[in-house]
């Protein structure tokens, strides 16, 4: 019987021995995905580029019972350079061994304007932390991926990375690129284990999904916990052989 990730039910402890990578983990879905893995047993290292939220997030795992101990990686994927991506993948490398999960969260909406009226920074800008960082970090970490069992990779889209709306610009052209991404990286990996999915998480009551529709009502929307099912599916044991898939969670 095939498993539905969206109803996907699953024991307490489904991601314990797991180290996983979260980025953006400091504030709406990835923060919620953080909390979660590590309730679930997950060794989780929360990725940020704000040391202050980070810490918050960290203490916030160190008080949840059972939970191992949080790792933190501090990185703006706006301004870092090559060797702070490298050196990333190496401290991964020394301090864990391996990495089990890597979860592309983080990301930026840009403007809400026609492609006419675009600015070309920002758009270079939205492309670089939404589709760039998310390329390079998963090459660092490619190694430490390798030395997993079961290595799993989630890049987030989103129904505009499917079909291109108006006024949606870089954010959306950023999104189709995460889908060819995901699934180059998958086809590239048939014949390893590392699988590699997309999930779009639909919409969900975070900071981000506010400044898109500011004039929405926000107590019509899912949490950010109460979406994660998904993600802990394409994280756990039971989608082992799961590549080249896009998700819709709602
Ligand atoms: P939020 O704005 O709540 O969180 C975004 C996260 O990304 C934050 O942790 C933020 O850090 C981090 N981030 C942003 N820029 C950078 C940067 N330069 N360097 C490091 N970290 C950065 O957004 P959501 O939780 O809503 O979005 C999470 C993912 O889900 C995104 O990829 C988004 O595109 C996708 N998505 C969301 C939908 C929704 O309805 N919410 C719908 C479809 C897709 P900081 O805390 O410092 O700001």
Redesign the pocket.
Known sequence: MSIDPKTYEYANDVLKGRIILI?????????ALALHAATLGAQVIL????TG?LEAIYDEIESIDGAPRPSIAV??????DGDAYSALGKSIEDEFGRLDGLV??????GQRLSLEQYDPGEWQKVLH??LT?PFVITQQLIPALRNSEDPSIIF????VGRVGKPFWGA?SVS?FGTESMSQILANENRHTSLRSNCI??????????L??YPAEDRDA?KK?GEILAAYVYLLGPDSKGVTGESFDIQ
């Not at 990725?47 to 704000?50: A, I, K, L, V």
């Not at 990185?75 to 870092?80: E, F, I, R, V």
């Not at 987030?156 to 129904?159: E, M």
């Open positions: 980025t953006g983990a400091t504030d709406g879905i990835g923060k990725h940020g580029r704000n939220k990185l703006d994927l706006a301004t870092a592309h969260n983080a990301g930026i909406l932390v939404n960082a987030t889209s989103s129904g954010y999104k779009n998480p639909g919409p969900v009551r975070t900071n981000m999904r400044e898109a929307l950010p």
